[in-house]
Each structure stands twice: as C-alpha cells, then as structure tokens.
C-alpha cells in the first residue's frame, strides 16, 4: 500500500470538510424546521386541547373579591402580590402552597428569563415533583400571570420552579395581521384581552397558569425589566433573591 503525498492529503481533507459542512448544514436545516413547526403549533394547539374557548372567561383580570387565597412574594427588589385560582388548578394551587409555607422559596433566586416577556424563580436543580398540567379555558397567560413549568401540556410539571409571564410587544403591523386572524382563534375576545392586558399569546395551553399578580406591578416589571446577560440570552445581567412567599387571604 503506498504511502499518501500531499495532495492525497489535501484531497481527502477537502472532502472531509464537504461533508462535514453538508452535515452541519442538514443538521440546522433540521433544527430551522423544528423550530418553525414548534412555532405554528404554538398557534394551532388550541385545537389539540380540551379547551372550550366558546366558554372562556377572564376572571384574573376582574378586580380581587375579598377572602381569596393570596401569596405575597418578597425580593430584595421589593414585593408583589398574586392571587390564587385553586378552583380552576386546584392541584397545582395546592402543591404551591404547600411548597411556599415549607420555606423552600426562601432565598431562592430568578434563575432565568428574558427582558420584559418573562422570568423564572425557584432552585435550578430538579426536585423531583411531577404534577398533572391543569390547562383551563378560565386561566391564561396574560401580563402577570404565575403558571408552573409544564413544557408540555402532556407531560409533568418540571419541578417547583415559577413561570411569571410579563408581555411581548406587537409592532402596529403585527397588531394589523392579529386583527385580521383572531376570529380564527375561536374567540375573538380572548385576543382584544391579549392585546389589551398584554401578555404572551403563544404561552396559552401550554403552561398551567394558577395565579394572577394583582398588586406590586412596578416592582413585576423592574424585576422582569433587568437586562440579559450578553452571553447567555436566558441570564439577567443582575442576581434577584426570592426572599420569602406568603401565603394569606385578601382583605380589602
């Protein structure tokens, strides 16, 4: 067997990176693809669910009757106050408090998030917990909404960590292209509610949303409002401490 020259070399080294970069460029093709089917199905799953949007109501945005469970979030960057729907996720209303009352929020920090759509707070490790999502046509994910991670409205809750929606922006074109399809989404009230409360649109059905933040909304947003960190797009540029949850009853 001879021996490879230089140019055997440079030959196979060439062909090697062909197909490499063909590799690499099916590989994104494939992750573009996903990407965008994840994206429509975001919009579409509406269809896929049990959820009666004929019948939908918005009680999250009504004023708080007094008597209703609350929880009072402290963190170092002030508090804000959520109110709880355990008639709508009462398994998942249950299992928060039970977890807020043991303390385990306490010191607790903002784990992830993006600037002015959303934040994340819990422990970053998995605590094993796995609850049933309880996806309903009464709650959703408006700005202020509190959901547990449920990355699926098939699979379990990812622990006890907190989803705290805020809202994503619409240019005046998007909000044109919104106006001309929402009737399409079943009900048309559901999204003038979006547009009107804010909120992110492509949550809905996703996560269990069981809370509604009704007090502390400047303290929400200056929390939410904090910059990412350059190099990691999920990662606030400054640390936020949960520093306790409490859970009590509304009075006005």
Known sequence: MRSLNGNDRGLIMKTLFKIVLVMTLASLAVIIAVALIEWRAAYSKFG???????????????????????????TDKGEFKIALFPEY????????????????????????????????????EDDGVALSPEISEHLWTFKGAVCAIT?????????????????????????????KVKSDY????????FIEHGGILNFAGKYTVFGQVFDGMDV???ICGIENDEEQTTKFVEEVTIESIEITTYKK
């Open 186 to 193: 079943g009900n048309a009230e559901l999204i003038d509610n």
């Open 220 to 222: 929400y947003e200056k």
């Open 151 to 179: 990355p699926n409205y098939d699979k379990s809750n990812a622990g006890n960590r907190l989803l705290f929606v805020n809202t994503v922006e619409y240019s005046e074109e998007e909000l044109a292209s919104i106006e």
């Open 89 to 124: 996720a009462p398994n998942t209303v249950e299992n928060f408090i039970k977890t807020a009352e043991s303390g385990y929020y306490n010191g607790t920090t903002i784990i992830s998030g993006k600037t002015g759509v959303y934040f994340v707070g819990g422990k970053t």
């Open 48 to 74: 896929s669910l049990d959820i009666d949007l004929a019948n939908a109501t918005f009680t999250q945005l009504d004023e708080i009757e007094e008597g209703r469970q609350i929880a009072v979030v402290k």
